[in-house]
């Protein structure tokens, strides 16, 4: 890491010359980097707290003038309980977890992948095709008072193998230089190139910076809807992040009471100033005497603002205290496109036709949600599971949660250690962006002096061929499978056969699934000569090609949620019909495996690439 005055240009420069370097530093080194930053910092503690004071007491009296709105001046306050703990932990949970890149390690002198393959095709023989996590390159972080952005983003950059450059506000250079200087110092002694992490000193580069497009792969903006919008104008590079966390939280008639109101107050008051903080209340209208009241309540003895519609405000009046009830506003049309930042909601009422089924206010909810909401997070409190599910399919957010708080979406609530910032884009990372929203991917393809031309005006050969010995193969896989759910596997199998034309059955092929050692499906597969390829196979003319044929089936799954083994075998039993040969013929001998691909329903999550044996 470095502290640097350079020119925009050079520092551009440099930290696309060190990504290469950092992208194929084994995982070791870089976990070993970020224990050294952690222990740095925790050395540092007092001097850094001390110039997060100096830095608040400046914001302090800027804000008192006018100048800096309070929610900047909250982001700034390292102090505040819990973020210098948080900022710590999140460094050692991003060291902790699984590698996302592509790593290298030295193997008899050459590069050897050793990372994560997401995709692995057999194109031909000796022809192997794999897709492979990979960095995105240099990243461009800019942000405004929040000083632990420094530690969140190098250790995120560095453990997925990506450059960063970081540029801060000027609300907070004293936090910035002293935590930039012990994270300075403890990667000095680290495998980690100086140049991956630069840390601009310079003003007035920010313009100069989004002109890099040719060494700077990605901006992240990290600030306020000024700032985003400014970057997202002035730049050809990508830019991740949101402009708005204008976020909705919508209450059913169904809802639990006491569930609703731990959810709202957590919502809206747990840190009014975050981007995940509620800022609009839809209440169904059945639940403005039921569900309302006591929320309400809740957050005026806190000191929350209510700007209610007509219909809730009614209702309020009559239900509150007169104490209470005084101290509710109008809200106007405006106040449902706001995101305050402090201790204010918006309250919109639900109104469906009279006698209409729950579907028709739930839709009436979610068309308000996509229209005002900056499509961040939003929630909605509801006993159904189908109302859940259809809310959590509409609405167009990066995060749609049931019955939890709009507060969970944070990367550390996810699991991702820290995040880089929350993203609301429509492209590979959204929501809370961790290790695997900084990882992009490459194809690699490894032959024996194939050429396309081999391949013909289609792009493939004829057929392709593997030799197979055995009497039977297995698809395995590790998955996440959930209690209760229904699994459905699909397998397409091909095979060979020598001699003649068949007709009528070709074979029967025993299929079984199973759950660790346990069978959960035993079927049967046949083809008969309708699958048959009318085109001998190339290079040996008494040869035909089987067509692939398809198995689904459907296997309940009781076991407890937890990564298990796939394993699909499939033995090849076969009698065959075939003129002018003997009745029982040796197909075992080669198998398509070109076709043979395991795919499933969206409750099973795959966890490694398929493998055969």
């Given at each position: ?97 699984e ?33 492979i ?28 193998g990506?450059?960063a ?15 930039s ?13 100086n ?83 509620v ?32 219909t ?69 409190l ?127 092929s ?14 049967q597969?046949?083809?008969?000569s309708?699958?048959l ?76 690439p398929?493998?055969?044996?």
């Open positions: 890491m470095s502290l640097t005055d350079s020119s925009p240009a050079q520092i551009a420069k440099a930290a696309s010359v060190a990504s290469r370097s950092l992208a194929i530093l084994p995982s070791s080194d870089r976990n070993d980097a970020l224990t050294a930053i952690h222990h740095s910092l925790s050395q540092a503690k007092e001097t850094i707290l001390a110039a997060n004071a100096k830095d608040l007491e400046i914001a302090g009296q800027a804000a008192a003038d006018g100048q800096l709105s309070q929610s900047v001046l909250k982001r700034l306050d390292l102090g505040r309980p819990g973020k210098w703990e948080d900022m710590l932990q999140g460094i050692l949970d991003v060291r902790d977890l590698d996302p890149s592509v790593m290298y390690e030295i193997l008899r002198a050459q590069y050897v992948t050793v990372g994560k393959i997401t995709l692995k095709t057999l194109l031909d023989d000796g022809l192997i095709m794999e897709r996590t990979c960095p995105i390159g240099v990243l461009l972080i800019i942000f405004e008072a929040r000083p632990e952005v420094i530690a969140n983003i190098a250790a995120l950059a560095i453990k997925s990506n450059a450059i970081l540029k801060g506000g000027k609300e907070s250079t004293a936090s910035f230089l002293a935590i200087t012990a994270i300075s110092a403890s990667l000095s002694a680290t495998a980690v190139p140049a991956s992490i630069q840390l601009v000193t310079a003003r007035d580069v920010i313009a100069s910076l989004l002109e890099c497009d040719k060494d700077i792969d990605l901006v992240i903006p990290r600030g306020s809807n000024e700032l985003v919008r400014y970057i997202k104008t002035n730049t050809r590079i990508p830019v991740l992040g949101h402009a708005d966390g204008l976020c909705a939280i919508y209450i059913n008639a169904d809802a639990d009471p006491e569930t609703s109101i731990r959810i709202v107050v957590d919502s809206k008051l747990g840190y009014p100033a975050a981007c995940n903080s800022e609009t209340l839809l209440v169904h209208e059945a639940a403005l005497d039921t569900h309302l009241p006591a929320i309400a309540s809740a957050l005026l003895e806190q000191g929350c603002s209510l700007r209610c519609d007509t809730s405000k009614a209702a309020l009046g009559k239900a509150l205290p007169a104490d209470k009830a005084a101290l509710l506003q109008e809200a106007v049309d405006q106040d449902y496109d706001t995101e305050f930042l402090s201790p204010i909601l918006a309250i919109k009422t639900v109104v469906p036709p009279t006698s209409s089924p729950p579907e028709v206010a739930l839709s009436l909810a979610v068309a308000h949600i996509n229209a005002h909401s900056s499509h961040h997070t939003d929630a909605i509801t006993s159904s599971d189908s109302l859940a599910r259809q809310f959590q399919a509409s609405v167009d957010s990066a995060c749609v949660f049931w019955n939890t708080s709009t507060r969970m979406a944070d990367g550390m609530r996810f699991g991702f250690g820290t995040e880089v910032g929350i993203s609301t884009n429509k492209i590979h990372a959204r929501g809370p962006v961790g290790l695997e929203g900084l990882c992009i991917y490459k194809y690699a393809i490894s032959g024996h002096g194939q050429v396309a031309a081999d391949y013909g005006s289609s792009g493939s050969k004829n057929t392709i061929w593997v030799d197979r010995d055995s009497r039977a193969f297995t698809i395995s896989q590790r998955v996440s499978l959930y209690p209760g759910s229904q699994y459905a596997f699909s397998a397409y199998i091909g095979f060979v056969f020598f001699y003649g034309t068949p007709s009528g059955p070709i074979f029967n025993n299929v079984a699934v199973y759950i660790d050692d346990q069978v959960i499906m035993p079927t597969l046949s083809c008969t309708a699958t390829y009318s085109k001998k196979a190339v290079n040996n003319p008494d040869i035909y090609k089987l067509g692939s044929r398809q198995l689904t089936a459907a296997a309940p799954m009781t076991a407890a949620n937890a990564f298990r083994t796939l394993k699909i075998i499939v033995s090849r039993d076969v009698s065959a019909n075939v003129q002018g040969v003997p009745q029982v013929i040796d197909i075992t001998a080669r198998t398509l495996l070109e076709v043979v691909t395991l795919t499933c329903s969206s409750n099973l999550t795959k966890q490694r398929l493998s055969l044996s």
